[in-house]
């Protein structure tokens, strides 16, 4: 009884093992996918322009680039109180 059981339970551990790689291979084979994808993005010329133009402020020779500066701050100086005893007189007659 022995000598049946041996194989059988090795034949399920081995069946167990071989989804989990067929599993496993499945995943990196869509990650292959991907990252090839990827680097064909990176290759491309269209996007390495994109990237230049908006990450680093490049330009294409021939190309003038303008710079767009923010409003600089105003700082205004509050006027003076209306009522301060110096402008005022409440003198008696």
Same mark, same amino acid.
């Given at each position: 009884?022995?000598?049946?059981?041996?194989? /059988?339970?090795?034949?399920?551990?081995?069946?167990?093992?071989?989804? #989990?790689? *067929?599993?496993?291979?499945? @995943?990196?084979?869509? !990650?292959?996918?991907?990252?090839?994808?990827?680097? /064909?993005?990176?290759?491309?010329?269209?996007?390495?322009?994109?990237? #230049?133009? *908006?990450?680093?402020?490049? @330009?294409?020779?021939? !190309?003038?680039?303008?710079?767009?500066?923010?409003?600089?701050?105003?700082?205004?100086?509050?006027?003076?109180?209306?009522?301060?005893?110096?402008?005022?007189?409440?003198?008696?007659?």
């Amino acid at each position: 009884m022995f000598l049946f059981l041996w194989p /059988a339970r090795t034949w399920l551990e081995q069946s167990r093992a071989m989804s #989990a790689a *067929q599993r496993r291979a499945a @995943v990196l084979a869509q !990650e292959n996918t991907a990252l090839s994808n990827r680097v /064909a993005q990176l290759r491309s010329t269209a996007y390495i322009e994109q990237v #230049a133009r *908006q990450q680093y402020g490049l @330009v294409m020779p021939g !190309e003038k680039a303008y710079g767009i500066l923010p409003p600089t701050a105003t700082t205004t100086v509050p006027p003076p109180k209306s009522g301060s005893a110096s402008s005022t007189s409440h003198g008696r007659g």
